[in-house]
């Protein structure tokens, strides 16, 4: 296989020490010569540094990767040439060695690269390698509106940023750069989180939800304060709504306020739960909202606004709304 165009090589080399020298020199011809007398070689330990499964793949990344070995030996590497005894060592056992150490140095340092970017805060560029990934976890919770899946993917993809760098990026710590990519490791973790928050929101979660928005007592002086709760008379919340709310009698009410705190808590994704409680039980403005999710202003409005139409969609199903 030819790597670099025209590898005809213009001569046998008669010994290592004579390729090695060529190859000091920086003769092209004599790297020609390496790369397709040892492609097998180089093609196998590029698969074990940067962990490559198909073949195809390995073909594809070899000229780059070759080429940028060539830099490295011509360079910072040149050092590691000239001190090739041909008397120790054969020139195939060295190159073997050589190259996978450069190569592994280069896997690591091109994630670890990749991670400080990560660091950086530039979500956009990552949102865009893995759209593909965070729009399906939202289509796994039923949604089908392409726009709201686009939406929704983007606070995914702030809600995994958020996690992996709380305290000092702990989340980060389980990575190792030299073991695996980073793009790897960070669509295990968006799948595992996805499946915590959207899937297996366990009992203890969902009672600690319903505790917090369930009044404490259910006494007659209470009844006053069900009209408050997610503000069910609210034009806001329920436009049109608040006459059929207040023509029910107080035990109809009780029976309305339990509909909707528990479509509230089946709500999908989670954060829509979260976010409902946050401004109508909670009353908390859309700055501390935004603040409390590291999202803008603008996004917290948008998910109060879906999540209540998503909690509209679900109580028509029940006799009071329909």
Known sequence: MKLFGNSKKPFDYQSDVQLVEALIAGQ???FDYVFDQYHELLHSNIKSAFHIKKKDDVERVSKKRCGELQAFLLDKGSAK???FNSEESDFVVWLATVSLSFFKNTFRDENTAVVKGYKGGDRTIYFERFKHDFEQKIRETGEKDSDVIRQEAELLSDDVFVHLSKDNWRGLSTYDP????FDAWFGRVLHNYAIDQFRNRTKKSNEDAYNS????????DDMIEYNELFRIDNQETFPGWEKEILSIDDEEKIEVIEIVRKTVLSLQPPRYCDILVDRYYDGMEYEAIALKYQITKENA???VSRALKRLKEKLVEYEYWK
């Not at 030299?178 to 990519?181: F, H, I, L, N």
């Open 178 to 181: 030299s073991r695996q990519t």
């Open 301 to 303: 409005q948008n998910i």
């Open 81 to 83: 040439l000239k001190l």
């Open 213 to 220: 928005i369930y009044l404490e007592k259910k006494g007659d």
């Open 28 to 30: 092209q011809a004599a």
